[in-house]
């Protein structure tokens, strides 16, 4: 999804921009541009494709001087990908330049209303009509014009402003898009999250919704709509810069599978305390004996991490869970109340589909909270509880251990509720416990299939259909294995509940289609092993992933991966792992692009 820099310092701001928004590359474009205020007048460079391409255009931001401006990476939603659509856009006279991630609702009525009055628009976006209706409203007054600005776009936005009679001060605002300010030491910032800013700063301001920040080098004062000052909330990143970096890996993505243990560790160890689970800070106690129905929305791989929480909340605390997609949720007329808790899942925490279906949930009176690895996104403000994944910053598009620690934290809520409810005794909740916490060895274990799962991807790379089936915990996993080959190796991929193969699916199976059969609920073993005969009847190639246990499968495979023991509700934390390592080498194997997959974005902020 798109994203936003801004600077204004005593040094030029043009290479301060673009390595900026180098840092932002992760979150998925097609063009980049900037805007810096030179000799009072807004000089804009932008081009289609990758930032090189701007770098090359500026001379790495040498031919371009001034010290104050800003950037953006765009992410296509209204007009195609080309120079003229990149961001920043300029005003008709060159008054004001403007970057925006979201969507502009109503800039169709705004298009027309001014081009009657003699504006000439150049480019198909949308975010063209913010910087025309500040220059039709600028009278001099710059903060007078985005508040009339603001009162006439419909949307979500986040927004960087400079305007050339103002040399030594920039703004930002933001609605339902996430914006921080970086304080620096004579210079501030402006950036879409934290991974822009933390080589400068550690100390950030995240811009709340319908507040205007002025920025200039020496400060940073935010107003309301009614022009009232607010406070500056400054906070203290605690990220170690590495965290954003490689570390030695060829792709962000393998770097976090590889983080997985500890991952799982961060975000349950502090939650175990003397043989119990403790989520604190929440008060879901107030109000537990009062839900009786649970619903769980989210997108992407959240939906199925979902997915899995459904059935493991289902399971322990024996309360009805229904998972729906977020973008599905909010227009379906939920039948939700104050009895319903709406379990909102998200990485970014600003996906705008999930959080659109959260503010559903509260209009609706039902209790929120939010499972999200951003601190202080938007969905973790929003939702009234918070558990966050202690993740470290996902940087590449396809999630994994955000993915994975999203699944322990389900864990966490499941048995934490299911004690308070009282559905799980001593001895069952020790067992669970024991489990959680072997599962990072667990996951630690499964690395030595690395070399085994990358020649399986040398067989399968060229393959244009892959399925993938299994039933209850195994049909989630499925359809997570399924969406990381898709994703990132381009290749199609579908996953299926075993069970449903016979009523349609099967007739696409033919000579050599690869089936991955994920078999790791013991007690379904023998309904999904009659699924794998059903399939290797009519010519699949079987890859099976199997609890260490069922040696029995490999008469009838082509291929099994053994997944070590651990309490059947924790199976899709394992079964997931040789999936993840399978779609990444294939997608190696394409030359695929694996960390920024084409049209994909880490987080998805429009709609
Ligand atoms: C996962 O690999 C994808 N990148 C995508 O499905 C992602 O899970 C989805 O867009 C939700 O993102 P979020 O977790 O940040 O809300």
Redesign the pocket.
């Known amino acids: 999804m798109c994203g936003i820099v801004g600077f204004v310092g005593s040094t030029n701001a043009a290479p301060i921009l673009l390595n900026n928004l180098e840092k932002l590359e992760y979150r998925g474009y097609d063009s980049a541009g900037i805007s810096v205020i030179e000799n009072g007048c807004i000089v804009t460079k932008k081009a289609k494709g990758r930032i090189a391409n701007l770098k090359k255009l500026t001379d790495d931001g040498k031919n371009v001087n001034g010290c104050l401006g800003i950037g953006h990476t765009r992410w296509a939603t209204h007009g195609e990908p080309n120079d003229i659509n990149s961001h920043p856009h300029e005003s008709m006279h060159g008054k004001f330049a403007v970057v925006h991630n979201g969507i502009i609702e109503n800039y169709v009525s705004i298009r027309e209303s001014l081009t009657k009055k003699g504006f000439k628009f150049m480019s198909e976006t949308d975010t063209e009509t913010v910087t025309q209706l500040l220059e039709s409203y600028y009278d001099g007054n710059i903060m007078d014009a985005i508040v009339k600005t603001l009162h006439m776009i419909d949307g979500s936005y986040a927004l960087g402003i400079i305007c050339n009679d103002c040399t030594d001060k920039f703004y930002a605002v933001k609605k339902d898009n996430p914006l921080i300010i970086g304080l620096g030491d004579g210079e501030n910032y402006i950036a879409s999250d934290v991974t822009a800013l933390i080589e400068h700063t550690r100390k950030v301001c995240y811009l709340e919704d319908n507040e205007i920040a002025v920025i200039s080098k020496d400060s940073v004062h935010i107003y309301n709509l009614n022009g009232e000052e607010v406070e500056v909330k400054v906070k203290e990143i605690d990220w170690n810069i590495n965290a954003a970096e490689k570390g030695g890996y060829p792709h962000f993505m393998m770097k976090e599978i590889m983080e997985q243990p500890k991952v799982i560790r961060d975000t349950v160890t502090p939650r175990i305390k003397n043989g119990e689970v403790v989520l604190d800070g929440i008060e879901l106690d107030r109000y537990l004996d009062t839900v009786n129905k649970i619903v769980i929305t989210?997108?992407?791989?959240?939906y199925h991490a979902g997915f899995v929480g459904k059935y493991v909340l289902e399971k322990l605390a024996r309360v009805p869970v229904e998972v729906d997609l977020a973008s599905e949720f909010r227009y379906r007329d939920p039948m939700i109340n104050k009895n319903s808790l709406v379990i909102a899942?998200?990485?970014?925490?600003?996906?705008a589909d999930?959080l659109a279906a959260l503010k559903e949930a509260k209009r609706r009176g039902a209790k929120t909270l939010a499972i999200v690895n951003v601190v202080s996104s938007a969905i973790a403000t929003t939702a009234d509880d918070v558990i966050y994944t202690w993740a470290g910053p996902e940087i590449a598009?396809?999630?994994t251990k955000?993915y994975s620690a999203q699944l322990t934290v389900f864990y966490l809520l499941a048995i934490y509720m299911a004690r308070r409810l009282g559905k799980i005794d001593d001895a069952r909740n020790a067992q669970l416990i024991a489990d959680l916490l072997k599962l990072p060895e667990k996951v630690e274990k499964l690395f030595e299939q690395k070399t085994v799962i990358q020649n399986m991807a040398s067989l399968y790379f060229n393959e244009k259909h892959i399925f993938f089936i299994g039933r209850n915990l195994d049909y989630a996993s499925a359809l997570e294995g399924s969406?990381?080959l898709k994703?990132i190796s381009y290749i199609h991929s579908e996953a299926y509940a075993a069970g449903e193969l016979k009523h349609g699916t099967i007739s696409l199976i033919e000579e050599g289609r690869l089936v991955v059969a994920v078999a790791c609920q013991n007690q379904l073993f023998e309904k999904t092993l009659s699924n794998i005969r059903e399939v290797k009847a009519r010519g699949a190639d079987i890859v099976a992933i199997v609890d260490e246990s069922n040696t029995v499968i490999e008469s009838e495979t082509d291929k099994v991966l053994y997944i070590p023991s651990t309490d059947p509700l924790f199976t899709a934390s394992l079964s997931v792992i040789p999936m993840q390592f399978f779609g990444y080498y294939v997608a190696a194997a394409n030359g695929c692009d694996i960390d920024k997959p084409r049209n994909?974005a880490?987080?998805?902020t429009v709609e």
Do not use: I, N, R
Not at 298 to 302: D, E, I, N, P, Q
Not at 345 to 350: F, I, P, Y
């Open positions: 989210a997108c992407g791989s959240a899942v998200s990485q970014s925490g600003e996906t999930t598009v396809a999630t955000a969406l990381k994703e994909l880490k987080s998805v």
